[in-house]
């Protein structure tokens, strides 16, 4: 299976109610096709495929490179499923205040899926989890902001969330897929823009610095608070040390060495903030790395506190490296039928309908007899080469 992160340009404006309308259908006679073909679980393989899903949002015509794309695609098939029990597959959550909603959302979709509301409690663990990893474990300077699960009738899930940087005005989006380990390179696939240096507890082979990081919240957080206060003066306040002044080793790694390759673990948390937290997790004596991160008020800050006490105190650095690589472009599925902002080319609403009414026959006739299931579906792949080609 494919997982990964997308990274868009961000685009403001908002999809007007009769380009929404089109979008719907689409979205809807897709979805039904995919579902009629390969059954709900094969349909979430390609919705966590981030370049399927991106081929998806263009041929419903949101914008190739659109940060809209996430939110607007996944808010139309949030209101599809939900109005579609035979789909076999639903979406909780969304944008905002709607991704706070997943926990409430989840006992109605495991309803309407026909599973037991006693796995309500995991599929509520697994939507913390991953949206801690995104955001504490993995810190890539974009924040959360879109969080959407997807549960199909057998009981397999996938998570795509977003996040955004403002400063830079890019999306990242993240795929997550039905999986049993997290926090060993859950991200198998990514797309996206490459940076230089991102804090990665999760990256393959970090199970070392995870480690120490369970044992540094175990032990007596006045410990802890000691180490930290000496590396705060040093990285956040340029102070020099009395070890420094003697000329002695502050430990066995020299910390004054490493000041410069250390200006990413800016900013951090004060010490009285940090002291009041590692109080807290110390009461829950956490077990594991992802128990850790499902510990109440263990957020980016403190993660990156006791990341950094790892490696200058204990010399288990943590990996730098950006899970991205680089997809091909797909801006070529945005000519099935335009871009909601006139990218490649204006959607023509009356064209649109035509594409909507063909979907919606194909999916009528591949009911009724399984030969013309493909015949419907081999006319679908014409209907979309023609489209691309009266463009050339």
Do not use: C
Request: charged content about 25%.
């Amino acid at each position: 299976m494919l997982e990964g992160i997308a990274e868009l340009p961000l685009h403001e404006g908002h999809v007007p109610q009769w380009l929404a309308r089109i979008m719907k259908r689409l979205a809807k006679a897709i979805i039904y096709i995919m579902i009629d073909e390969y059954g709900p679980d094969k349909t979430l393989k390609r919705l966590v495929n981030p370049l399927w899903f991106q081929a998806f949002n263009n041929a419903i015509a949101m914008d190739w490179d659109s940060s809209g794309s996430t939110t607007v695609t996944l808010g139309i098939l949030k209101e599809v499923t939900w109005s579609n029990r035979d789909l076999g597959i639903i979406v909780v959550g969304g944008k905002g205040r709607r991704a706070r909603q997943v926990p409430n959302e989840i006992p109605h979709a495991l309803r309407q899926l026909g599973l037991s509301e006693d796995q309500a409690p995991y599929y509520t663990m697994v939507s913390k989890l991953v949206a801690k990893i995104d955001s504490a474990a993995l810190q890539d300077k974009y924040t959360l902001y879109h969080h959407t699960l997807i549960i199909s009738n057998t009981g397999k899930w996938v998570i795509i969330q977003q996040g955004m940087n403002l400063k830079k005005k890019l999306a990242r989006r993240y795929h997550w897929s039905h999986r049993t380990s997290f926090t060993s390179k859950p991200h198998e696939s990514v797309s996206g823009y490459r940076l230089d240096h991102v804090l990665n507890l999760v990256d393959q082979g970090s199970h070392r610095i995870q480690k120490t990081i369970v044992d540094l919240v175990n032990d007596n957080p006045l410990h802890i608070l000691s180490d930290y206060k000496t590396l705060y003066n040093i990285v956040y306040r340029n102070n020099k040390t009395l070890h420094n002044y003697l000329g002695l080793p502050m430990t066995s790694l020299s910390v004054l060495d490493k000041k410069d390759h250390i200006v990413y673990y800016r900013p951090l948390p004060l010490p009285d903030n940090l002291l009041r937290k590692l109080k807290i997790i110390y009461s829950k004596q956490p077990s594991s790395f992802r128990e850790l991160l499902l510990t109440r008020n263990v957020g980016a800050s403190t993660i990156r506190a006791l990341a950094l006490i790892s490696d200058l105190i204990y010399n288990e650095p943590p990996s730098w490296r950006d899970p991205v690589d680089t997809p091909y472009d797909p801006f070529k599925y945005s000519f099935v039928i335009g871009g909601k902002d006139g990218i490649p080319y204006p959607v023509d609403p009356k064209k649109a309908l035509e594409v909507i009414k063909a979907l919606e026959e194909i999916i009528e006739r591949a009911r009724i007899d399984k030969k013309d299931k493909y015949r419907a579906l081999k006319r679908l792949r014409k209907l979309v080469i023609y489209s691309h080609d009266q463009l050339r």
